[in-house]
């Protein structure tokens, strides 16, 4: 026999599914949900509480306990077209252009650390645990909310040979078209894709409500030789990022869009 709550939950998620509440729209208060169904509000409580961790309302702060419908709107990452050397723009700028080109307000802050290499960091990059690295850190927002962190590890070595990736503002190039000019092309990447719960500080970050899974990515870059010279390790929020590749000619895809 399904329990109250879950029933209550069921109603108001197929509201939801169905456009009937749409992303903002208020729900009924809690004491307008226990008259409706008549219920305690411990059961009540229960049903809000199972829609949020599903991700599909917010409680908002500040305000008694108002419930809404979250806004899912997703934005695209084309992993595929990113760290180009032969576009024509740097690679914020072609982060901020595909995200204006997709109706919103990209914006970000920057900071540079020099930090001891996790395990897992120090295997992608090949260098010993504990080892030195050069970290250039994103926080990326979408019309002023955070939607990801992008933090991209340089083992000390290369910032010794292109001490322009300890700047601690943007490189105008962008860094993956700098270290080609230096000598350091990456004709290859591997990419790496996992879903998992947040930690308490990308909670913190990224300003997730309860129940808001993350996608970590993770690209590796190759010299021609084979030796990894970076890992990026970027960390989207669930809820409102999906990435997107494309395989085979390029021109292809850019020819459609062109004529669309």
């Given at each position: 026999?399904?329990?109250?709550?879950?029933?209550?939950?069921?109603?108001?998620?197929?509201?939801?599914?169905?456009?009937?509440?749409?992303?903002?729209?208020?729900?009924?208060?809690?004491?307008?949900?226990?008259d409706s169904y008549s219920v305690s509000r411990n059961t009540v409580r229960l049903a809000v509480a199972l829609l949020v961790n599903e991700g599909l309302i917010v409680?908002?702060?500040?305000?008694?306990?108002?419930?809404?419908?979250?806004?899912?709107v997703t934005l695209t990452y084309h992993a595929s077209r990113v760290e180009q050397v032969d576009g024509l723009v740097a690679e914020t700028d072609a982060y901020m252009t595909e995200v204006q080109q997709q109706g919103r307000e990209p914006t970000q802050t920057f900071h540079l650390t020099i930090e001891?290499?996790?395990?897992?960091?120090?295997?992608?990059?090949?260098?010993?645990?504990?080892?030195?690295?050069?970290?250039?850190?994103?926080?990326?927002?979408?019309?002023?909310?955070?939607?990801?962190?992008?933090?991209?590890?340089?083992?000390?070595?290369?910032?010794?040979?292109?001490?322009?990736?300890?700047?601690?503002?943007?490189?105008?190039?962008?860094?993956?078209?700098?270290?080609?000019?230096?000598?350091?092309?990456?004709?290859?990447?591997?990419?790496?894709?996992?879903?998992?719960?947040?930690?308490?500080?990308?909670?913190?970050?990224?300003?997730?409500?309860?129940?808001?899974?993350?996608?970590?990515?993770?690209?590796?870059?190759?010299?021609?030789?084979?030796?990894?010279?970076?890992?990026?390790?970027?960390?989207?929020?669930?809820?409102?990022?999906?990435?997107?590749?494309?395989?085979?000619?390029?021109?292809?895809?850019?020819?459609?869009?062109?004529?669309?």
């Amino acid at each position: 026999m399904t329990s109250l709550y879950r029933k209550i939950a069921a109603e108001l998620r197929d509201q939801i599914s169905r456009g009937a509440l749409r992303p903002g729209d208020k729900l009924p208060t809690e004491p307008q949900l226990v008259d409706s169904y008549s219920v305690s509000r411990n059961t009540v409580r229960l049903a809000v509480a199972l829609l949020v961790n599903e991700g599909l309302i917010v409680i908002v702060p500040g305000r008694n306990g108002e419930m809404v419908v979250r806004d899912r709107v997703t934005l695209t990452y084309h992993a595929s077209r990113v760290e180009q050397v032969d576009g024509l723009v740097a690679e914020t700028d072609a982060y901020m252009t595909e995200v204006q080109q997709q109706g919103r307000e990209p914006t970000q802050t920057f900071h540079l650390t020099i930090e001891a290499l996790p395990a897992e960091l120090a295997e992608r990059l090949d260098v010993a645990d504990a080892s030195s690295a050069v970290v250039r850190c994103c926080l990326r927002f979408v019309n002023g909310e955070p939607t990801s962190t992008q933090d991209t590890y340089y083992p000390k070595w290369l910032a010794d040979e292109v001490p322009e990736l300890m700047s601690p503002s943007d490189i105008p190039q962008g860094t993956t078209r700098l270290l080609a000019e230096k000598g350091y092309p990456q004709p290859a990447y591997r990419d790496e894709l996992l879903t998992r719960m947040p930690t308490p500080d990308e909670v913190r970050r990224l300003e997730l409500p309860a129940g808001t899974p993350i996608m970590e990515y993770h690209r590796t870059g190759y010299l021609p030789d084979g030796r990894p010279i970076r890992v990026t390790r970027i960390v989207f929020r669930g809820d409102a990022n999906r990435v997107v590749y494309t395989l085979g000619d390029p021109t292809v895809f850019m020819n459609r869009e062109s004529a669309e």
